[in-house]
C-alpha cells in the first residue's frame, strides 16, 4: 500500500525542537532533508503548519484577549512558520509554494484549491498557512479540511513519538503503542491523536490518519510505502 498524495500536519511545537519558543533552525533544515526524498520518489505533498510555538488563541483567551482577534493573531503566527519552512525547503531544492486561508499577497498565494492541486501536480511542495481562516478552529482540523478537499489519500500527523499508547510512555515502562485504532476508539475514549473535529472530518471522508516519529530518519518515506511506522487510525 503506498500513498500518492499525502497531508503532512506540523505542529509549533514540531519545529521548535527543545526550544521555549520560536523555531529551531536544526530541525527545520532536518525536515527540509527528509521531504526532499519524498519529493525525488514522485509523492506529492501539501502541508498545514501549526503556530503554537508562537502563539495559540485559546491561552490569550483565557488571559482576557477576545477569542476571535486571538485567533486571527495566531494563525497569522503560522503564516510564520510556513514562510520559514518555504524558505528551509527552497534551500533543499525542493520548489514550495505557500498558500494562505487569509490574504497576504505580498508574501504568499492566496488559498485557491485548483491552484494548489496544480502545484502539487506540477511536483511543487504546498505549505498551507493561516489554518483554515476562521477563528474557533486548530490546524489539526484545517490539515483535515485541506485533506479533503485536495483529495489526499492519508494524513500524517507528525510527532515526536512513535505512535499513540495506551498510557503515557514516559510515566509507564509497559505502556503499549497501538498499531492500528479505529476513529471511533480515539473519538469514544478521547485520545489526543488530533483534535475530535480533525477526527471526525477524517472519519467521515475516509481519509487514514498515521501518527508517526518524523524525526527518525526515513520515517516519512517509509509511512508514505504503507510501513508500520506508527499507528494508523483508520475505519
Ligand atoms: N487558528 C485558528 N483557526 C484555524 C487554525 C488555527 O484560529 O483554522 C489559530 C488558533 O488560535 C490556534 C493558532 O491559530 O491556537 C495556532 O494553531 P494551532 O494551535 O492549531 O497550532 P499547533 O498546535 O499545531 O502548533
Known amino acids: 500500500m503506498t500513498y500518492r498524495r ?3 500536519k506540523l505542529s509549533g511545537e514540531y519545529l521548535m ?3 521555549g519558543y520560536g523555531i529551531d533552525p536544526k530541525v527545520v533544515a532536518d525536515i527540509a532533508e527528509e521531504i526532499s526524498e519524498v519529493v525525488e520518489q514522485g509523492f506529492q505533498l501539501a502541508i498545514v503548519v ?3 510555538n508562537i502563539f495559540r488563541g485559546v491561552k490569550a483567551a483565557s488571559a482576557g484577549m477576545d477569542r476571535a482577534t486571538a485567533d486571527y493573531i495566531g494563525m497569522i503566527a503560522t503564516v510564520m512558520n510556513a514562510m520559514t519552512l518555504q524558505d528551509a ?3 533543499a531544492n525542493i520548489p ?7 490574504a497576504m ?3 504568499a498565494e492566496p488559498y ?22 476562521n477563528p474557533f478552529f486548530t490546524t489539526d482540523t484545517t490539515a483535515a479540511l485541506r485533506a479533503a478537499e485536495i483529495d489526499a489519500d492519508v494524513v500524517f500527523k507528525a510527532t515526536k513519538v512513535d505512535g499513540v499508547y495506551d498510557s503515557d510512555p514516559a510515566l509507564n515502562p509497559s505502556a503499549r503503542r497501538y498499531q492500528s485504532l479505529n476513529y471511533g476508539h480515539v473519538l469514544t475514549h478521547d485520545l489526543r491523536v488530533m483534535d475530535s473535529t480533525a477526527i471526525a472530518l477524517c472519519k467521515e471522508n475516509n481519509i487514514p490518519i498515521v501518527i508517526f ?7 516519512i518515506v517509509r509511512a508514505i510505502q504503507g510501513e508500520p511506522v506508527g499507528t494508523l487510525v483508520g475505519g
Request: charged share 25%.
Open 213 to 219: 516519529d518524523l524525526s527518525v530518519r526515513g520515517n
Open 105 to 107: 499577497q505580498e508574501v
Open 112 to 133: 485557491i484549491r485548483r491552484r494548489a492541486i496544480r502545484h502539487l501536480e506540477k511536483g511543487r511542495v504546498i505549505v498551507f498557512g493561516a489554518g483554515s481562516g
Open 96 to 102: 514550495t509554494r505557500v498558500l494562505t486561508a487569509i
Open 6 to 8: 499525502v497531508l503532512l
Open 50 to 52: 501549526g503556530g503554537g
Open 89 to 91: 525547503l527552497e534551500r
Open 17 to 19: 525542537g527543545n526550544l
